[in-house]
């Protein structure tokens, strides 16, 4: 069947572009062609930064014939609704449609709309143009005298279009001045002629002979293995960097893999220094001694071209731009250990924070209370926890963290171990802003613990009085990941703090209950389960996630399974005689009163079940009173095997409406099972 093959070559792409550029080509072409009748067998998509290229295979020679019917008006309806039924139909006149009939709506237009399908080759000169001028570029740009807008300058247009084993034909269009043929071309530098092309295959290998790898994922692993081998080859190991692979992959057609050195007296510096300084400014990867694991005086760097010195100018260019860097960041770094931290707190007086939440100086003020209230809570010193807060802002002014903010808490810790701080408070410094997101690393350090809580709630409770609050996908201050995170280090911790004790406003007491819903229900918890423990005043996260725990642990049982549906049962039963009655049912069971066995042995269970399970909430054995929830399955089965709830009688009636009601406000006291289904 038909291949299309599509290639926009334009100037130089940016690297983060280029994976969406290439799914948004590749749906944008299919979607539209699907709509159009074309449906295709496969398609691929493909990005350097000179090229997008598409491939769809699979496609009919032309699209199929179509026949629909269209219901219209009534027979002898008004004019003006006849009228539009034509126009909609595209019929000239009503002689056109046919009559049918229904014996309920009796008789009615319809408009037999057949259509013959167009060949493929037609319907592809409409969609890849328009494709093309519509392309979901953030910001498009324009050169020269035409109106065309694309990333970068377009400069060709490859289209082809036929069977295998044929000569596919040019699907022919033209935007601007550019009009679509099949002609490429390589390497800019290596092999920057023209090439024809028949289809993807051959246009694959026309590029690999031109010095270009089309395919993303090949160029990254060129790269890896090569610097892999690189250095292992010196007795080295790469530190992998996934971000800066994909990166260097999209500025590169044809890698070449070098390696680079740098002055000893650079590792001085924090290695998270020297590998961001290397990283932001030469894109390069740093190395670690294998048998040390300490950071080498060596880089890795990719080329886009095959030198003709084996890569010694390259590489002594890196070199010189790397070393000025380096004696940058050096310099920052001294320069910033002369003065102590402290002496960096009245700066943050001039650091607005928010507008209307004051500076950094005054957070880190709130910061400080809060962590002291913290710290007895989750065992950690009070003056050492707020010592930490105290200075967990205090880097930002610096030189090191003014030039690369990634390094902000990392280069506290340095600094205060330095200036011979307490390794805890120092470690604090660092951990306060963690965890960063779902697979980042919890504090334990008690000290740490603290003021990452106070930093997070005093963020929190801060944006909840302005009401900046976050709105459908907009969180710009990343206020749900500062509730994960107090989420997942109370939890990872097991601490027991109520979340009342700091959070006063309903609102983000709630906030904070959708936070958790989602960290259980990513965690494998039930949906329902959840919403069944959290009430609106639940405030002790570690309590919630005990009983969401301990209720699926019940529910995977056929007792939990059985006692469920006795619990709905008797819920439905109350809930339909409540309201006939017009009157709640409290659960005051008269025991004095005549009772079937079954009525009596129940009864009697749900006195006991109702205290203990009292009593194991009370210790925050949770486990243990879903335990003993579940003893009540056999005398519940039997209840409604046996007895008749709406007796005659109606004392015996109201008594044993009661003992449903006791059944209820027992298993509530452990959760709202009328949340939980099945």
């Not at 035409?146 to 279009?161: C, H, K, N, S």
């Not at 500076?359 to 809060?370: D, N, S």
Request: hydrophobic content about 45%; glycine content about 6%.
């Amino acid at each position: 069947m038909p291949e299309l093959l599509l290639e926009l070559f334009s100037e130089e792409i940016p690297a983060r572009l280029q994976r969406r550029a290439a799914e948004d080509l590749k749906k944008a072409v299919t979607d539209a062609l699907v709509e159009k009748g074309l449906v295709y067998e496969s398609a691929g998509a493909f990005a350097t930064p000179r090229r997008l290229a598409l491939t769809v295979t699979g496609l009919p020679a032309a699209s199929p014939d179509t026949r629909e019917e269209r219901k219209g008006p009534k027979v002898g309806a008004p004019q003006q609704a006849i009228d539009g039924f034509l126009r909609a139909a595209g019929l000239e006149s009503i002689d056109q449609a046919k009559v049918q009939s229904d014996e309920k709506k009796g008789d009615f237009y319809v408009a037999v709309i057949e259509k013959k399908g167009a060949p493929a080759l037609d319907i592809l000169k409409d969609v890849l143009p328009s494709t093309v001028r519509s392309f979901p570029w953030g910001k498009p740009m324009r050169w020269g005298s035409g109106r065309l807008e694309w990333v970068r300058p377009l400069r060709a247009i490859t289209a082809t279009f036929g069977p295998e084993g044929e000569e596919p034909e040019i699907v022919s269009f033209e935007l601007d001045a550019i009009s679509a043929g099949n002609t490429t071309f390589g390497h800019r530098f290596m092999a920057p002629d023209a090439i024809k092309v028949r289809r993807f295959d051959d246009y694959v290998q026309a590029l690999e002979k031109a010095k270009v790898v089309l395919d993303i994922y090949r160029r990254k692993e060129i790269i890896k293995t090569d610097a892999e081998q690189l250095a292992f080859a010196q007795g080295l190991d790469l530190i992998v960097d996934e971000g800066l692979l994909e990166e260097v992959a999209g500025l590169v057609e044809w890698p070449v893999v070098m390696m680079g050195t740098f002055d000893e007296t650079f590792l001085s510096v924090p290695e998270e220094a020297i590998i961001a300084t290397i990283r932001a400014n030469q894109k390069c990867f740093c190395l670690r001694d294998a048998a040390t694991g300490k950071l080498a005086n060596k880089f890795i760097l990719t080329s886009n071209l095959i030198a003709e010195d084996d890569g010694k100018t390259i590489v002594a260019g890196n070199e010189r731009v790397i070393r000025a860097r380096l004696s940058d960041a050096k310099f920052f770094y001294e320069t910033d250990l002369e003065a102590p931290l402290a002496d960096n707190l009245p700066k943050l007086e001039d650091v607005v924070f928010h507008a209307k939440l004051g500076t950094q100086a005054e957070r880190v003020a709130r910061i400080e209370k809060l962590a002291a209230e913290i710290a007895p809570l989750v065992g950690a010193d009070v003056e050492d926890a707020k010592r930490a807060a105290r200075l967990a802002k205090a880097d930002l002014p610096t030189g090191m963290v003014g030039e690369f903010p990634e390094l902000q808490g990392l280069m506290g810790r340095y600094y205060a171990l330095a200036q011979g701080e307490k390794p805890e408070v120092a470690t604090a410094i660092e951990e306060h802003y963690k965890p960063l997101g779902p697979s980042d690393r919890v504090p334990s350090n008690p000290i740490s613990v603290a003021v990452a809580l106070a930093d997070k709630l005093d963020i929190l409770a801060g944006f909840w009085a302005i009401d900046e609050k976050p709105t459908g996908s907009k969180d710009p201050y990343a206020l749900r990941r500062a509730a994960l995170g107090v989420i997942r280090l109370i939890v990872d911790n097991k601490l027991r703090i109520t979340l009342k004790q700091f959070v006063s406003d309903p609102d983000l007491l709630s906030f904070f209950h959708d936070r958790l819903k989602v960290s259980l229900r990513d965690s494998g918890a039930r949906h329902d389960l959840v919403d069944a423990v959290i009430s609106a005043d639940s405030d002790d996260i570690l309590q919630i996630v005990a009983r969401v725990n301990a209720l699926g642990s019940l529910l995977d049982t056929e007792d939990g399974k059985a006692l469920l549906a006795g619990y709905k049962r008797a819920a439905n039963i109350l809930a339909a005689e409540e309201k006939k009655d017009g009157k709640t049912y409290t659960g005051d069971v008269d025991s004095a009163a005549p009772m079937a066995p079954e009525e009596s042995e129940l009864a009697s269970l749900i006195g006991m079940t109702h205290d203990g399970v009292a009593a194991r909430l009370a210790k925050d054995d949770y486990a243990s009173a879903i335990t003993a929830l579940a003893g009540l399955r056999a005398p519940v089965d039997a209840f409604f095997d046996k007895v008749l709830v709406n007796d005659p009688d109606p004392a015996i009636r109201a008594n044993r409406l009661n003992l449903l009601a006791r059944l209820r406000d027992t298993m509530h006291l452990v959760a709202d099972f009328g949340k939980v289904a099945g």
